[in-house]
Nanobody, 128 residues
Framework: QVQVMESGGGSVQAGGSLELSCAASAYSMGAYSISTDCLGWFRQIPGGEREPVATIDSTGGTLYQPSVKGRFTITKDNAKNTIYLQMDNLNLDDTAMYYC?????????????????WGRGTQVTVFE
């Protein structure tokens, strides 16, 4: 069993930057490495559907939602079993709860339903 935990959310003025982190680990005596898995960032506003933001696969290949491409960058550190989401030039529409998820396969889909393990989320609020 795998668990993921997000950190790094907060409040930032429009045009500013934030970096989110997601640390992955196995429960109890198990072993898990993000080097063999696809992980992703998703976001959700109250009353809205969970939408994909970015994913990174086992080879480091990335996918982005069009609205964040060029502003957000997803990276990973296999040695730390951690992925990151660098968010630059944030705007009001980026305000949401951001979730990290692990898919359980080495390649990615931008489909929340294809991800098996989810974190509890971290809030990002962008203000004028």
């Amino acid at each position: 069993q795998v668990q993921v935990m997000e950190s790094g959310g907060g409040s930032v003025q429009a045009g500013g930057s934030l970096e989110l982190s997601c640390a992955a680990s196995a429960y109890s005596m198990g072993a898990y490495s993000i080097s063999t898995d696809c992980l992703g960032w998703f976001r959700q506003i109250p009353g809205g559907e969970r939408e994909p933001v970015a994913t990174i696969d086992s080879t480091g290949g990335t996918l982005y939602q069009p609205s964040v491409k060029g502003r957000f960058t997803i990276t990973k550190d296999n040695a730390k079993n951690t992925i990151y989401l660098q968010m630059d030039n944030l705007n009001l529409d980026d305000t949401a709860m951001y979730y990290c998820a692990a898919r359980g396969h080495g390649w990615c889909l931008l489909d929340p339903d294809s991800f098996r393990v989810w974190g509890r989320g971290t809030q990002v609020t962008v203000f004028e």
